[in-house]
């Protein structure tokens, strides 16, 4: 079974050929236009979208060798995103199905983020049922009990900010460029966790919040910056490494909690802020320390993808699960 799929919710377009568990191609346009505007700006990306998508499925479809004929399926991202951008992507899809004769698959963003797990891949083993998920990235912070393929529950998810808003927000108030993820993760490796300290959000079970941090960050920079004016300069390494031991004790303080509550130990990531070696080694630590399983997608496969697309796309063709052709986007769609 030869499956397309395409992702457009973000600033990112994508396009993946799947042959059934395995990933021919994987192609993404990163649109950089949004690194002037210090985030993604909506219109620009569903007009970047516009220009992209032709060229990148083309390409997807010849680095996998296959032709628009071979395909079985078209699979795209319904929701959630901007709907500008997942206009884009949808309409696409659908015409593409339309035009061929072949089904059409609707997939849930955020459930493409956890299935990517299902993508057959030398030296990465697929996590049992049940597991939970932790999915961090740029607009989502979950955990998801994923009973099976399509029986998954939101069990725990920020009332605030993401997770990647907090790298990003922060990175902003030490003057770093957009995204600052990336960055602050690079400085943190040559910095002190403990030489300074931001209180941890209360809330109250499962849940996240992360808009108080960037308060925290904001004050105390304002602070320090007032006694001396190259305090961020002369502290930077210092307090990415601060910012980010935050918000891994933040994450794991939860995992810990869930994983109590649910008695399951094995535990899967995804999600852009996946990437962070902090989080990655904290989740590795997890396995000695509190008996966790620990399950960590290749990196293409963590941030926007159309293979996490592609793979969701293929488990529900075998399930049969098709959309009808007036299917809409859809901005806020739920797991
Ligand atoms: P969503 O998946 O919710 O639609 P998105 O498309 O913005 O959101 P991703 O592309 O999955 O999200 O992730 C982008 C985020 O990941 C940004 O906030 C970026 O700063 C963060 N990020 C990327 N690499 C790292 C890293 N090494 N450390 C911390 N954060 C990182
Ligand atoms: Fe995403």
Known sequence: IYILGIESSCDDTAAAVIHNGKILSNVVANQTIHEAYGGVVPELASRAHQQNIVPVVHEALKKANVIKDQLHAIAFTRGPGLMGSLLVGTSFAKSLALGLNIPLIDVNHMQGHILAHFIEEEGFNKPPFPFLAMTISGGHTQIVQVNDYFHMTVIGETIDDAVGEAFDKSGKILGLGYPAGPEIDKRAKLGNPKAFKFTKPKVEGLNFSFSGLKTAVLYFIQKEVKANPNFVEE????????????????????????????????????????????????????????????????????????????????????????????????????I
């Open 235 to 334: 502290n930077l390494n210092d307090i990415c490494a601060s910012i980010q031991h935050t918000i891994i004790g933040i994450l794991i303080d939860k995992l810990k909690r869930a994983s109590k509550e649910t008695g399951i130990t094995h535990i899967a990531i995804g999600g852009g802020v996946s990437a962070n070696s902090g989080i990655r080694q904290a989740l590795k630590d997890g396995e000695s320390k509190f008996g966790w399983t620990t399950y960590i997608p290749k990196f293409e496969f963590t941030t926007d993808n159309a293979a996490m697309i592609a793979i969701t796309g293929y488990l529900k063709f075998l399930e049969g699960d098709f959309a009808q052709s007036n299917i809409a986007a859809s901005a806020r769609l739920k």
